[in-house]
């Protein structure tokens, strides 16, 4: 009941208005063929006294009127159907992009742990596939349950007026269907939660096979057609189970349906009876014979509707589900503000992690400070840990064992969105936005105004404004080739723009994690010196593999298996000759 709650309160909430044109078009539809039913009564009645000799003009005028009446109730029985499709239609589609935002606006705030998780991930894709129409289909189900069952008590005060057992013959047949329906409709929904991963996998394909991202692997492998096959394969076994569950539904509903017309003919066979016998008039026999069709209509409706609001009920509870996931990055009840400006800076004390299902840990025991004004710079294998390090640093991990502290203050005493307005960070994946080149920059800082004159000095400082003026409408040009007149870029070209979202920030730390990788020598060159100027009164961290950069940093810290295991400046690591040395030397002898 509470789902059922919920469900008319998000149709609600999505849009007031129309859902109350909705329920009042639903009472109109309900009441006319009811009236239809009753002027048709008149008529029959009007007839038999026709029929019986008095004033036979009068009467004629008498049924002619009532005629009319019947007329226009068809004719406003039309147009209100009309008006609720009208009306259903825009009502859902309110509903859609309603629960559409629910969705997003749920998603932006759960961990990004979640995404690394498949049951994250399936009950995501049943959100998704649930939220937009269910709740509608339950006002749906609502109106006509509401529908029927007015319908069902006038028919059935007409019915008992005849015999009470006809009435009770209707609802008694119906039964089994109500509870077959019932158990289907759990079935389905069993089925469709247990195919959730396999969906999930059909439209992995799909992303592959449509995606621009992937397209220039699968032309260049040639691996296409495989992944059309392995995809048919999948939707094959797909069609194959739900087949065969359907046929077994529709099996048994129609062994229901036979019941139930047999209880029906038995209490047709009972009003002629009846009327053979002279018990009633012919009239009654139209009457009662179409109060016993509407009557029965109205039943298979009213069963239909709630087999299936038990089924979108049971659908929605996916839906909650996905509302109901709680971001474990606690955010403080009482914040404590970011220092502003950092005076003692970023220190790791002993800090381990672990990610969730992991059972190795990806950080062992690191300490490792940011002082303000110091450029530090981590350097290590892949997959020693330096990406992880500044997940925890911006909180979108917490760490496992340790602390990670500002000024001395736990970062988990910072709301996380004052700590992000603090630290500036672009990532070895960074997004490519296919908007204009002025949002992609204004993007990483949008309480400053649009026509900010920062937008222009950030790209400035990351080298993107060369690449902008080059474009046809400057910043206005829009990038990418997703959308009409899009202009794509280089790697390096889309790093700079990157990095101009970085500096427009404003924060007090500035991460780059492997940020120049597709510039060439010269743009790399030049943005770390301008990185240099720009970072006076600001730290940074550099996360790269190119050692001629690194060299510039205040400190650098390598690491090796999660852990830090040398620190120091270039000359003082290069004195030590361990791994940093080492390693050094080997890219140096590459340019030699
Ligand atoms: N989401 C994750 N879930 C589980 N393990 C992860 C996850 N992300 C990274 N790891 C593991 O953690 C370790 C450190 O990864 P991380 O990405 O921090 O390395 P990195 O030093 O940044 O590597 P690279 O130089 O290749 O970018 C790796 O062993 C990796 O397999």
Redesign the pocket.
Known sequence: MLKINRAVTLVWQSSPFWTTIHSFVAIVQTLLPLIQLYLIKLIVDSIASSLKGTSQSQNFNHILFLLMGTGIVMLLTNFAAVIAELVSTTLSQRVTDYMQVVLYRKAIEIDLESY?NPQYQDILERAKWEAPHRPTRMLNNLTSIGQSALSLIVVAGLLITMHWGLISILVVASMPMMLLRVQQSKALYKWQRHQTELERKANYFGHLLLGDSPAKEIRLFNIGNLLIEWVQELRQQLLREKLALITRQASARLLMQGITSLAVLAAYGFMIEQTLQGKFQLGDLVLYSQALQRGQGALKDLIGNLASLHENHLFLADLYEFLAIQPTIAKPLHPTTVPYPFRRGIVFENVSFR?Q??ARF?LKQINLSIQPGEVIALV??????????VKLLTRLYDVTEGRITIDGIDIRHFSPDDLHRQISVIF?DYTRYQFSAQDNIWLGNIELPITSDRIVQSAHQSGADAVIQTLPQGYNTLLGKWFKGGEELSGGQWQKIALARAFLREAQLVVLD?PTSAMDAKAEAEVFQKFRDLMRDRSALL?T?RLSTVKMADRIYV?DQ?RITESGTHDQLMARRGTYAHLFEIQAKHYQ
């Open positions: 690394e990610y299902n992991s990806a290590g294998e892949n997959g020693s840990g330096k990406t992880t390090l070895q492997e996360i593999h690491m999660g």
